[in-house]
């Protein structure tokens, strides 16, 4: 990886400058986000109660059968988020600035490039695989169609994306589960 990034090395005076600008710069910004996001904490409302979720168990909600649960656990993520925007656009926007201004400094040739350095991948794929996405985007279009009318709704809503098309829960032996999978 090394090999690849050293056209775009600075002078040693200068990565040293950068080193110690990052202490502050970028790699700051994303600890507070982490730190400010790993303690929000999420109040749903379930069947009549209140529970609170973390961001490590509010995800499950996302695809439980109750649409009204489904909601409530969307709404509930999304508030601290909210309630903390100013904070978490500041944050993101100093990121951005910190990696244009690096971008800039060692001359690559756009904003994503040392992405797709550090992926091995070259844009041209990347590109390839965009175009590709944006040409199919009838197929999503049709599967959420179909995903309403088989759960016969009007229309999804966002918290409908994880939603189970089939709320009937299954039970096999382990034997009929054995025969499903090698059959």
Request: glycine share 2%; aromatic share 12%; charged share 30%.
């Amino acid at each position: 990886k090394t090999r690849l990034f050293k056209k775009y090395q600075l002078s040693e005076k200068e990565e040293k400058i950068l080193i110690r600008k990052n202490i502050t710069g970028a790699e700051a910004f994303e600890k507070l986000f982490d730190e400010t996001t790993s303690i929000f904490e999420f109040k749903v409302g379930i069947k009549g109660r209140l529970k609170t979720f973390n961001q490590g168990n509010i995800s499950s909600l996302f695809s439980d059968p109750d649409r009204e649960i489904r909601r409530n656990a969307l709404e509930a993520y999304y508030k601290p988020y909210k309630q903390n925007k100013n904070l978490l656009a500041n944050i993101f926007n100093n990121i951005i600035k910190d990696h244009s201004i690096n971008s800039v400094l060692r001359k690559y040739p756009d904003v994503v490039f040392p992405a797709h350095l550090s992926n091995y991948i070259k844009p041209s794929i990347i590109e390839t695989m965009m175009n590709s996405v944006r040409d199919n985007y009838r197929i999503a279009e049709k599967y959420y169609c179909l995903k309403a009318k088989l759960m016969k709704l009007k229309k999804l809503k966002g918290y409908d994306a994880k939603a189970p098309v089939i709320s009937k829960k299954f039970t096999y032996t382990f034997d009929e589960a054995k025969n499903l999978i090698y059959s």
